[in-house]
């Protein structure tokens, strides 16, 4: 079976410009994470979202937001792009929304700002 | 808010030896669950081994085991036999049954095998 799949890969943006990151969650997995790993710390908490309506959410700036399809892929959207964006962004699905069950990630998108 | 903290920011191991990382939590809630990721430079979080708080008995994978100890808010991590592939960031992280969906994370141990 495929795991976490998102895209692009690798990404270069110019400060003030948006970008929007892919993921596709494990197959029978309903519920998708997104989380900002800046270089040399741990990732933090983004977004939750589970059976399409968002569940949680982080301490981060209304320049960011996603959304799930009825597909339960999702995508994270990133407005007025800053320097202190750039970070290895990672999506993990869960078969559900409860704390007990682990979280299985992607291999992330590198986003660079200039 | 709950903390981890992860005061070891390098640990180095030789081949077949053992070493243990080092983790602490500080939070207000009963239930909870913890969990060890290790991400190789090939960027993947791959999930080690989690406990759940209700737990007393420490979890086991092959080679991995934990040291949880609950009125210390202490979750070590135990490498037996350790191997070349073991190398890689290791974080620890922690799920509120109540505090929300999301994993908090330590900065993490650098793990260094040495042949």
């Not at chain 1, 079976?1 to 692009?8: E, H, K, Y």
């Not at chain 2, 080092?22 to 081994?49: A, G, H, N």
């Amino acid at each position: 079976d495929a795991g976490v799949t998102q895209s692009p890969t690798h990404l270069i943006k110019t400060r003030g410009q948006h970008v929007t990151l892919r993921c596709s969650p494990i197959s029978g997995h309903k519920s998708v994470s997104w989380y900002q790993q800046v270089l040399g710390q741990g990732p933090q908490f983004i977004f939750q979202y589970y059976e399409k309506e968002e569940r949680g959410r982080g301490n981060f700036p209304d320049r960011f937001s996603a959304r799930q399809f009825p597909n339960y892929s999702s995508e994270l959207n990133v407005n007025a792009l800053l320097l202190g964006d750039s970070a290895l962004y990672l999506c993990a699905s869960s078969q559900g929304a409860f704390s007990n069950q682990p979280q299985h990630f992607g291999d992330g998108t590198r986003l660079s700002i200039l | 808010a709950q903390t981890v903290t992860q005061s070891q920011p390098e640990m180095s191991v030789q081949e077949a030896e053992t070493v243990t990382l080092s983790c602490t939590y500080d939070t207000s809630e009963s239930d909870y669950y913890l969990f060890w990721y290790k991400q190789p430079p090939s960027r993947q979080m791959i999930l080690v081994i989690r406990q759940e708080a209700y737990k007393q008995q420490n979890a086991t994978e092959n080679r991995f085991s934990v040291n949880f100890q609950k009125a210390a808010k202490s979750f070590s991590l135990k490498i037996s036999d350790s191997q070349l592939g073991d190398a890689a960031m290791y974080f620890c992280a922690y799920r509120g049954s109540n505090s929300g969906y999301a994993l908090n994370f330590g900065k993490g141990t650098s793990l260094l095998v040495t042949p």
